[in-house]
Nanobody
Framework: QLQASGGGLVQPGGSLRLSCAASGIIFSINDMGWYRQAPGKQRELVARITRRGSTNYADSVKGRFTISRDNAKNTVYLQMNSLKPEDTAVYYC???????????????WGQGTQVTVSS
């Protein structure tokens, strides 16, 4: 089970830190991904972190978002800075093999957390 939290309403240029707590999985052996889905759009991969800590980002968030993980706490984070209105979406996390994370190939998604960037 994966539970995302930390979303909210923030003004453009602001920051938020999302958290995703995992249970029922061996967290440390899984790659982790943060995804988002805006209204009327497909879910997209925003950032991913391998089990060894290597990271990748979508071009739209490079330099603004940072993904990290704490294996001791079974938690992955997404620090989002310099937020823009186009970052508005429901953010989800998921865990799996590198290929599954890259392809968002999951049957089950948690509730997600809403991020709204607006003045």
């Amino acid at each position: 089970q994966l539970q995302a939290s930390g979303g909210g309403l923030v003004q453009p240029g602001g920051s938020l830190r999302l958290s995703c707590a995992a249970s029922g999985i061996i967290f440390s052996i899984n790659d982790m991904g943060w995804y988002r889905q805006a209204p009327g759009k497909q879910r997209e991969l925003v950032a991913r972190i391998t089990r060894r800590g290597s990271t990748n980002y979508a071009d739209s968030v490079k330099g603004r978002f940072t993904i990290s993980r704490d294996n001791a706490k079974n938690t992955v984070y997404l620090q989002m800075n310099s937020l823009k209105p186009e970052d508005t979406a429901v953010y989800y996390c998921n865990a799996g093999t590198p290929l599954r994370v890259a392809r968002a190939d999951f049957d089950s998604w948690g509730q997600g957390t809403q991020v709204t960037v607006s003045s």
